[in-house]
């Protein structure tokens, strides 16, 4: 099968050509690289779906590692994040490039990405328990899994309902509701569907109510679209993705410094979420008003 070189994969692979409505770190450097992977695959029979679980070993991998709790181990560890969130990136630049889209890959990469997370917010507090036996680290391991869940629905809701405007991802609905026409349709799709809406649909929910209060109602067609097109809200809403917190993750693991990381994500991830909601609140709805 002849294929482009890995820079016309990377542009040919993006959600969208607008930048701005993906995370710095996945332009500049994760879809890049993810592109290369994609390039490689390409001529071979592997699928986007075979990618996504390759991503989520790596991502177990990573969370074994990381109990060996040494300074090298966390570091390696670090890096394996990083190559998780590659893959992760690769399988939806891979299935992009095939124009092998499907309701079962959506899922599936979903909730392997949560599966994961639990994985490897369970080994970090579970090392650093062992140096800090107190109620405080449990409770910043929790905190830090439920932040970054919470965080990367947050990211996800505003760039779905962007690219919807663009329609571009379609097989992504901003909040999934089983329909006749997916009982009908693929049976393990469905199940995928069912167990995603136990773990996201509430997230779903949580994210339109937060951001029906910051908009209002009465924005009228042409303000609903300026509204999840703004460029400094996108660009905010970005900094929430899991490219920017997993990145933050592995520094933190190089330096050995995963108490540092849980203070970060608790503190900083949340104040940027916090900044990003109140922006639109108070100054993007204002503007719209006037």
């Given amino acids: 099968m002849s294929r482009p070189s890995p820079v016309a994969f990377f542009k040919q692979s993006l959600k969208s050509e607008a930048f701005y409505a993906d995370e710095i770190i996945n332009i500049y450097l994760m879809r890049p690289l993810a592109a290369v992977v994609v390039w490689f695959l390409y001529p071979t029979s592997i699928t986007p779906n075979q990618v996504t679980i390759i991503a989520v070993l790596i991502g177990f991998f990573a969370a074994i590692v990381y109990t060996f709790g040494t300074p090298v181990a966390i570091a390696l560890a670090g890096f394996l994040v990083t ?76 760039q779905a309902s962007f690219l919807h405007l663009e329609d571009h991802y379609k097989l992504n609905r901003i909040i999934e509701r089983v329909t006749e026409d997916d009982k009908r349709g693929d049976p393990v799709a469905l199940r995928l569907q069912i167990l995603f809406n136990i773990v996201y649909g509430w997230q779903d929910r949580l994210m339109h109510r937060i951001d029906s209060w910051c908009k209002g109602k009465f924005l009228s067609e042409q ?62 709805r204002s503007r719209l008003m006037r």
């Avoid at 998780?84 to 899922?107: C, W």
């Avoid at 809403?237 to 108490?259: D, R, V």
């Fill in 83 to 158: 190559a998780k969130d590659i893959f992760d990136d690769a399988d939806g630049q891979l299935a992009r490039a095939k124009q092998l889209y499907s309701r079962r890959g959506r899922f599936l990469d979903s909730l392997g990405d949560v599966a994961v997370d639990i994985a490897i917010f369970s080994a970090i507090t579970f090392v650093l328990y062992h140096s800090d036996p107190t109620p405080i680290t449990v409770i910043l391991g929790i905190a830090g899994l439920f932040g970054i869940t919470l965080r990367v629905s947050y990211h996800v809701y505003y």
């Fill in 223 to 284: 303000q609903v679209k300026v509204w999840y097109t703004d460029r400094a809200g996108l660009r905010m809403s970005g900094l929430l993705g899991f490219g920017t917190e997993f990145a933050l993750l592995t520094i933190c693991s190089l330096l050995n410094a995963l108490h540092v990381y849980l203070l970060l994500n608790l503190f900083l991830m949340n104040g940027i979420l916090l900044i990003s909601i109140l922006y639109r609140r108070i100054i993007l």
